[in-house]
């Protein structure tokens, strides 16, 4: 039997206690969602809304049956913006970056088709039509929404509301351009960066006064600075340019969210091969490092645990690359077993897939993922 809530068992994992066993989360794409609960056989008459990631939310018949732990939360749409769609099918974002539904198998993505900033000028960033960080959309119902969830359920509660900031430029800029101008345009890295650090802030500030007082974890952007092998940027770069403005977002976003939940904690999700980045990431100010991508060069969860377990929680770990669409349930079991035993020891660690999950991670899969997770993850732990 289940001896806490989820919420319960959440705030005591990323507070490195001991709950009555690892918290489990995930976030599906739109078609693996309808994969899994086919395969669970749940009937639910729901309308799916995909993201622009193309995520959906997990309706509580799914969460209960799997033992998920967090519902995640975003902003309201701004209503002083609509998205344009173009003659090829994009759609343009309020960034004025445009994203087109390209098919791979029976799922899709929205790939970015038109960078608006591929050609700018530092000058040009000051005549830019940047989004209004003050849009009221942002926080229109945000306040009841998430609070019927804090009262109506024992679900712990993740949001995300500012959008990336380094990443973010990139989306605006085209990524092989932001990683050339690092080099060759620091000026322009630098200005860009303080705009959109600027209306990332603003917007996590409005949200958090709004709605900070439910929330348990306050995810940040993506912000991924590895590939599999290596960074994307060196770590004197972004030590110099980019950690300082990492700090500040952190530190200021965690001022505000400590008015309305003193024991909130801060997430940021970085792909790749980070190892020799996460005590700068620690410095920013930290709280939970998220995927913790098992492929990636250097990321062994039992050296992480064993280097930074004290001062870092951990989400994620199951590889989305190779173990759900390609193992068995059995081997996934085995796999499960072995991140609990790498990084659940003393609490600090939510066990979830790599990513959010792709259309062709099997269902069986992710349902004995989570089934081992609540069998193997009880505390005091007996692997």
């Not at 960078?115 to 700018?120: I, Y």
Request: glycine share 8%; with cysteine.
């Amino acid at each position: 039997m289940e001896k806490l809530t989820s919420r319960e068992r959440v705030r005591l994992a990323i507070s490195h206690q001991e709950p009555d066993r690892v918290p489990i989360d995930m976030v599906p794409m739109v078609q693996t969602y309808i994969n899994l609960k086919n395969y669970l056989g749940i009937e639910i008459e729901e309308e799916l809304n995909p993201g622009g990631w193309t995520t959906v939310p997990v309706h509580p018949l799914v969460m209960d049956r799997l033992g998920l732990d967090i519902v995640h939360v975003a902003p309201g749409k701004p209503k002083n913006w609509k998205p344009r769609t173009f003659p090829d099918g994009s759609v343009e974002d309020e960034w004025g970056v445009r994203r087109k539904v390209v098919w791979h198998g029976t799922g899709y993505y929205n790939e970015i088709v038109y960078q608006p900033l591929a050609d700018a000028t530092i000058d040009d960033l000051k005549d830019y039509p940047w989004p209004d960080p003050d849009d009221p959309g942002r926080v229109e119902g945000l306040e009841e929404r998430v609070r019927k969830i804090y009262e109506e359920t024992d679900y712990a509660i993740m949001a995300r509301f500012g959008g990336s900031v380094n990443d973010g430029c990139w989306y605006m800029r085209g990524q092989e351009q932001w990683l050339m101008d690092y080099i060759l345009n620091q000026d322009f890295v630098e200005t860009m960066l303080d705009k959109m650090l600027e209306i990332t802030l603003r917007i996590n500030e409005n949200c958090l006064r709004a709605a900070g007082k439910y929330i348990d974890i306050l995810r940040l952007g993506g912000e991924d600075m590895g590939t599999q092998q290596n960074l994307l940027i060196s770590p004197e770069m972004l030590r110099k340019i980019w950690f300082p403005r990492l700090k500040k977002l952190v530190q200021r976003t965690k001022e505000v969210f400590h008015e309305y939940n003193p024991n909130g904690k801060i997430m940021l999700h970085s792909c790749g091969a980070i190892y020799p980045i996460i005590e700068d990431l620690i410095d920013c100010g930290i709280d939970i490092l998220d995927p913790i991508q098992p492929k990636a060069k250097g990321m062994d969860p039992y050296r992480l645990k064993a280097e930074f377990g004290d001062r870092l929680a951990f989400h994620g770990g199951i590889c989305i690359q190779e173990v759900l669409p390609t193992y068995t349930p059995e081997e996934v079991v085995e796999v499960v077993k072995d991140k609990i035993r790498a990084l659940a020891p003393g609490g600090g660690y939510i066990l979830a897939p790599s990513h959010n999950v792709p259309e062709d991670s099997r269902p069986e899969n992710l349902t004995a993922m989570c089934d081992a997770a609540r069998e193997y993850g009880r505390y005091p732990l007996q692997l």
